[in-house]
């Protein structure tokens, strides 16, 4: 059964740092793009940085380019989301997800005072 399952979620304050981990079961990881998204109360769902399968190319929304940095371990079939500089605005449950295959439940991030 494909699974993917996010960490590394929390409460941290404004200009504050954390770290996402998606860790992928049950599937060929390193055959698979992979997807960050996020949902903040009452939005709709984002993407917010892609990185395709040998991780040599990556994507970001225009909101966290400069701050997010996506990347993967394929040999550990582990998924990174680093998230430095957040903003109350990046307040989100933040998805990793694999097209077709599998989706996170998500891991809550709030950036707040």
């Known amino acids: 059964q494909p699974q993917l399952v996010e960490s590394g979620g929390g409460l941290v304050q404004p200009g504050g740092s954390l770290r996402l981990s998606c860790v992928a079961s049950g599937f060929t990881f390193s055959a698979y793009a992979l997807n960050w998204y996020r949902q903040a109360p009452g939005k709709g769902r984002e993407l917010v940085a892609a990185?395709?399968?040998?991780?040599?190319?990556?994507i970001y929304a225009d909101s966290v380019k400069g701050r997010f940095t996506i990347s993967r371990d394929n040999a550990e079939s582990t998924a990174y989301l680093e998230m430095n500089s957040l903003k109350s605005e990046d307040t989100a449950v933040y998805y990793c997800?694999?097209?077709?295959?599998?989706r996170g439940q998500g891991t809550q991030v709030t950036v707040s005072s």
């Open positions: 990185i395709t399968s040998s991780a040599d190319n990556t």
């Open positions: 997800d694999v097209a077709h295959v599998a």
